[in-house]
Nanobody, 114 residues
Framework: QVQLVESGGGLVQAGGSLRLSCAAS????????MGWYRQAPGKQRELVAV???????NYADSVKGRFTISRDNAKNTVYLQMNSLKPEDTAVYYC????????WGQGTQVTVSS
């Protein structure tokens, strides 16, 4: 069993920055994929960024150049640095880990005011 706990969401003005963290606990395999997804009101959940163990990140076109995903394998933690935030980035952000099956965090709200 795997548990994911997200932190770092909040309210920020357009142009500002936030850093999300997600710590995984339980049975964590050495090889896995960790990522961030988001869901805005009335919309489907969408991929933001993913990163494999020891790899670089892959990003949605809408966040390229503004967001950076990184991970600390020793801490089983994935981060999402979000810069130049826009109101359209407002959503609940979910952490995910994939290792044979998918596990999801409970989500953290990010609100960007104009």
């Amino acid at each position: 069993q795997v548990q994911l706990v997200e932190s770092g969401g909040g309210l920020v003005q357009a142009g500002g920055s936030l850093r999300l963290s997600c710590a995984a606990s339980g049975t964590i395999y050495r090889l896995n994929v960790m990522g961030w997804y988001r869901q805005a009101p009335g919309k489907q959940r969408e991929l933001v960024a993913v990163i494999i163990s020891g790899g670089t990140g892959n990003y949605a076109d809408s966040v390229k150049g503004r967001f950076t995903i990184s991970r600390d394998n020793a801490k089983n933690t994935v981060y999402l640095q979000m810069n130049s935030l826009k109101p359209e980035d407002t959503a609940v952000y979910y952490c995910q880990i994939r290792q044979g099956r998918e596990y999801w965090g409970q989500g953290t709200q990010v609100t960007v005011s104009s």
